[in-house]
């Protein structure tokens, strides 16, 4: 049986019976009686209207207000009688018929207040001034007013023509009339009110003609045919819906009869539902508390109970996020459950059409065609089977089956639908889990990375204030070493200090590239000819106990970075093994492709999946325990007593910026191996091929602004450039090394602007350039990685030298900058004589 057409069909009869109930109680007739009520008051209200004005007429109201409170009660009663009509198109139209007669009557009521009081005002003060002129000892005077109030009389009752017009000849008469000066002003005003009154009256009794003229039962007449129409309508209807909802309520009792039946079907199957919820709770408690440890016998007791509610012979839970996967089985004794079925289905399912639940329910497997899906299914064995998997817009991927494999097919159930709450008690515990194990790994992370940068941001402060004691170092070794003589004590002891301060220079560097946080310019670099140019390097100071061999399996490996950094990253790792090495040896350097399909971990870092190239640097030393493999990329710590700490973890935080990975495997007495994983660049761009440096040439007197806020700093690098062939010009100032830019700007060939604590000698360059445009200007700075080429270009500089200064890095800094700057004026003069 089924339920919901039944649902719908009573459904359907007690709308229908309530309707029938309340059409056959005639509830309109109050509707009815309102609308009459309504159009009684109308023609009352109407009667007592001109009732109210022709009282006002005789002079027998002194005031208007009981007119205006009729008035009011007859637009009330209009608007009555248009909300009791409701929606009735032809009810509507008399009333608006009746409601236009109503304006025109409120109208002509308007202009007979406003014309009758003006006719009361004047009646008043004609008889006023008539009687004080009856007195006077003028008989022509007396003859004439009476009259003329005779006259008036006649007008008041006849307002015809000929009325007005007698009235007319005897205002005429009276005021052609000679009369004594002190009545003259009474006769003036008798005069001027008769006017106005023969000038009223017949108005006032047009407007009362008017109004018993529009005072007419024909428009009522036809509202009340309407409402007594309808009225005797609606009765008629209401005792035939009386006899339908007789014959309803006999169709209603044997409906309830049909749906008793339905009641004893339906309560087995809530009894039923009743215990899967049963189980479904218990599950969900289970999994609550559950740990990593105990999830996965919870999982399978759970998929046990599930699959005994519909006969399933084995039942899996597979889930698949973006860098794990996990899967849990059960199958009933004696039925084999292949390891790799579950991660099939996962995928199979998608296959499946589930609907709006996302649920493939198929009680017996019957492929219709060769082509048919269900064909994967019966290969596999299975005559039955129900999966519940994610809805659609979830990123997560997994599904609950269920399969009947001995049976014939899976029992029959109604209630499919509350595996979706087995399954997301499942998935959820099994998110929770995978999201607990990887919070912790997250914050681990995190405190590592909190460390990492605290003491990143605390070892570049140092630096660059070492640095500033390393640039005196330097400077004065440049300035002594000129004076001394070449071979000498004093010139060895100055080279050995030079020595000292470039490794204490390439300390400062270190420092600095591992506090520094963004990346620097990027450019596609061919990884064997960066490791050919690395060996060079290193052939030099490598021990001549060890020996590096180079082996690569893959030709054109590029990749995407800074070429000065990945050097040192090599650089550090093939220092670190040949430090290792205490007798000779060999460090091997490999090169690998490696494609990752699945996310893979590396060391601390988790690898999308993608194409990477692999730097490996393998030594045969003497290895390291697991504890100290744990701290090796840990700032500042060393198993050497000369060593600083910063090499590994500069590697580290290098690799990183790059998007790659590094790894260690190490062993008491089985040697060392770091894995460099950097991803593969495949794009279009042109690679980066290192470049012959070009010769430093000194100066030949060119003048050089030198900007530099600290005094004695500025005398020893205005000794520099003195010593190189250049005549410096120092300021400490930036206000007064513009003015003397603006003042001659030809004077100076070229500028030098030193580092600044604070990271202000940038705008100090581009404060300089705006002052003087064509300048060519050269920044000092501790690191240049983190100043981007567009950046550098609108503060107007063209070249960079490293601070503390080198004599060789700026006499080759300054050749370049002056020979660009002369070509510029060459092809800016050819351009002008054109």
């Known amino acids: 049986m089924k339920v919901a057409p039944a649902t719908v069909g009573v459904s359907f009869l007690l709308v229908l019976l309530t309707w029938l109930l309340v059409s056959g109680l005639n509830l309109n007739s109050d509707h009815y009686d309102r609308q009459s009520q309504a159009l009684a008051d109308f023609t009352r209200f109407e009667r007592g209207m001109s009732r109210e004005v022709l009282t006002s007429r005789a002079g027998l109201s002194r005031n208007y207000d009981a007119l205006v409170r009729m008035v009011d009660a007859y637009d009330a009663a209009v608007t009555r009688l248009r909300e009791a009509s409701g929606s009735d198109r032809e009810e509507n139209a008399a009333i608006d018929v009746l409601a236009g007669r109503a304006r025109r009557q409120e109208e002509l009521i308007e202009q007979f207040k406003s014309q009758n009081a003006l006719l009361q005002n004047s009646f008043a003060y004609f008889g006023m001034f008539s009687a004080r002129l009856s007195w006077s000892e003028d008989k022509a005077l007396v003859a004439g007013v009476s009259a003329l109030a005779a006259s008036m009389l006649h007008l008041t009752l006849d307002t015809s023509s000929v009325a007005a017009d007698e009235v007319q000849a005897r205002l005429d008469g009276l005021a052609h009339l000679e009369v004594q000066p002190d009545e003259a002003a009474s006769i003036r005003a008798v005069i001027a009110h008769g006017q106005m009154l023969h000038d009223l009256l017949p108005a006032v009794d047009a407007i009362l003609k008017s109004l018993v003229a529009e005072a007419s039962n024909r428009e009522q007449d036809a509202v009340h045919a309407l409402i007594t129409k309808r009225q005797l309508t609606a009765r008629a209807a209401a005792r035939k819906n009386r006899l339908l909802q007789y014959l309803t309520s006999l169709l209603l009792l044997g409906g309830l009869v049909y749906f008793g039946l339905l009641l004893r079907a339906r309560a087995k199957a809530l009894c039923r539902r009743a215990a899967f919820e049963h189980v479904i709770a218990n599950i969900s408690m289970r999994f609550i508390d559950s740990r990593c440890d105990e999830l996965r016998s919870h999982v399978e007791r759970a998929l046990e109970e599930l699959a005994g509610f519909i006969g399933a012979d084995r039942a899996y839970f597979a889930w698949r996020a973006a860098t794990t996967g996990k899967v849990y089985r059960w199958s009933r004794e004696g039925v084999r459950l292949d390891e790799a079925w579950p991660e099939r289905a996962l995928d199979l399912a998608q296959r499946f059409d589930g609907g709006d639940d996302a649920i493939i329910y198929i009680p017996k497997v019957r492929p ?467």
């Open 368 to 834: 219709s065609h060769p082509d048919d899906t269900m064909n994967l299914l019966e290969e596999a064995g299975i005559r039955g089977w129900l999966c519940i998997k994610t809805l659609s817009g979830q990123q997560q991927a997994a599904v609950l089956g269920f399969e009947a494999v001995q049976a014939v097919a899976l029992s029959q159930w109604a209630e499919f639908a509350l595996f979706r709450m087995a399954f997301d008690a499942i998935r959820n515990s099994v998110a929770r889990v995978s999201l607990e194990q990887e919070r912790e790994m997250l914050q681990a992370s995190l405190q590592q990375a909190r460390r990492m940068e605290t003491i990143g941001t605390f070892a570049s402060g140092i630096a660059h204030n070492f640095n500033n004691i390393v640039g005196a170092i330097l400077g004065y070794v440049e300035m002594a070493d000129g004076g001394v003589r070449p071979g000498s004590r004093s010139a060895a002891s100055l080279a050995e200090i030079r020595r000292a301060g470039e490794r204490a220079r390439e300390l400062v560097g270190q420092i600095l590239t591992f506090g520094r946080r963004s990346r620097g310019r990027q450019k596609r670099i061919r990884i064997e000819v960066l490791v050919a140019e690395t060996t060079a390097l290193l052939a030099a100071s490598l021990p001549s106990h060890v020996k590096l061999a180079v082996s690569q399996s893959v030709e054109a490996a590029t990749v995407s970075g800074e070429p000065e950094q990945l050097q040192q990253v090599i650089l550090n790792l093939c220092n670190n093994a040949a430090q290792a090495l205490e007798e000779p040896g060999v460090i091997d350097l490999r090169i690998a492709e490696r494609e990752v399909i699945h996310p893979l971990r590396i060391g601390r870092t988790e690898l999308g999946s993608g194409r990477f190239i692999v730097i490996s640097v393998i030594d045969p030393g003497p290895g390291m325990d697991d504890a100290t493999l744990e701290q090796i990329f840990e700032p500042f710590f060393t198993t050497r007593a000369d060593g600083t700490g910063l090499g590994l973890a500069t590697v580290h935080e290098i690799i990183d910026q790059h998007g790659g990975a590094v790894a260690a495997r190490s062993a008491p007495g089985a040697g060392t191996r770091f894995d460099v994983w950097l991803p593969s660049d495949r794009s279009s761009q042109p690679v980066s091929l290192p470049q012959a440096r070009p010769l430093a040439f000194r100066g030949a007197g060119e003048t050089i602004l030198v900007l530099e806020a600290d005094r004695r700093r500025l005398l020893r690098h205005e000794e520099i450039l003195a010593a190189l062939g250049y005549e410096p010009v120092g300021f400490t100032g930036l206000a007064e090394a513009e003015a003397a830019g603006r003042a001659s700007r030809s004077r100076f060939d070229a500028a030098l602007v030193c580092h600044l604590p604070g990271g202000s000698s940038l705008d100090l360059a581009a404060s300089l350039h705006k002052a003087v445009p064509g300048l060519p200007i050269i920044l000092a700075s501790p690191s240049t990685h983190d100043l981007a080429a567009h950046v550098l270009a609108d503060s107007g500089i063209t070249g960079m030298v490293h601070h503390p200064l080198m004599s060789s890095e700026l006499a080759l800094a300054l050749s370049r900058c002056l020979a660009t700057s002369s070509a510029n004026d060459g092809l800016n003069q050819i351009a002008s004589a054109r």
